[in-house]
């Protein structure tokens, strides 16, 4: 029975790891883009009560991101493993691909469930300033993965993907800072 009981916590832990260690890293960005935020005088604005644990399969976006002249609407993403491969094919399909190495040498190769990309409604009550704002859409990523692809093709940070911005939180991060720094540079503020 106690066999049992730790195979049973064994198998438990591996299903539930990869939630948990998404929650902690989402956590982590939640601070770090308010902290972001106060620190270059953006305004950030959730769209949801626990908008840092946005589903991939959701269909609004999460939070956004206020500068002097841009809207950056926001759609997090997530993948399970950080030794991934994430893979979005230009039929809205997206899908991970990982590696198991039981022996030396011996690679199997594990591939997700295929599922189809969202497509991202405006379900959300804009603010009478927003409307002579530029809007950008974003996809940001987190955690992130080895490499992303598009039809098989490597897809660069801060490219197209279905009509949003590709980021990681770091390209992102720069962004926003440069928002900041071209404000001060033309004496915008």
């Known amino acids: 029975m ?3 009981i730790v195979i049973l916590c064994i198998v438990l ?3 539930v790891y990869p939630y948990v260690k998404i929650f902690f890293k989402r956590l982590i960005l939640f ?12 305004t950030l604005v959730k769209n949801k009560i626990f908008w840092f ?12 991101v206020e500068t002097e002249e841009k809207i950056f609407k926001v759609k997090l993403f997530s993948v399970k493993y950080k ?24 690679f199997i190769p ?6 189809r990309f969202p497509e991202i409604t405006e379900n959300f009550e804009k603010k009478d300033e ?22 098989r093709k490597v897809l660069p940070v801060g490219e197209n993907l279905y009509g949003m911005r590709f980021n990681s939180y770091k390209t992102f991060k720069r962004l926003l800072e440069s928002e900041k720094t071209s404000y001060e540079q033309t004496g915008i503020d």
């Open 110 to 115: 594990i591939t997700s469930l295929k599922k």
């Open 13 to 15: 832990l591996y299903v």
């Open 83 to 106: 030794v991934s491969f994430l893979f979005f094919r230009s039929d809205s399909i997206y899908y991970t691909e990982r590696y198991i190495t039981p022996l030396p040498r011996v």
């Open 130 to 151: 927003w409307y002579i704002k530029r809007e950008i859409p974003v996809l940001l990523l987190n955690p992130v993965c080895i490499e992303v692809y598009f039809d």
């Open 2 to 4: 106690k066999v049992f």
């Open 53 to 64: 644990l946005g589903r991939n399969g959701s269909s609004k976006y999460d939070f956004f």
């Open 31 to 42: 601070f770090k883009l308010k902290r972001l935020c106060k620190r270059n005088g953006l």
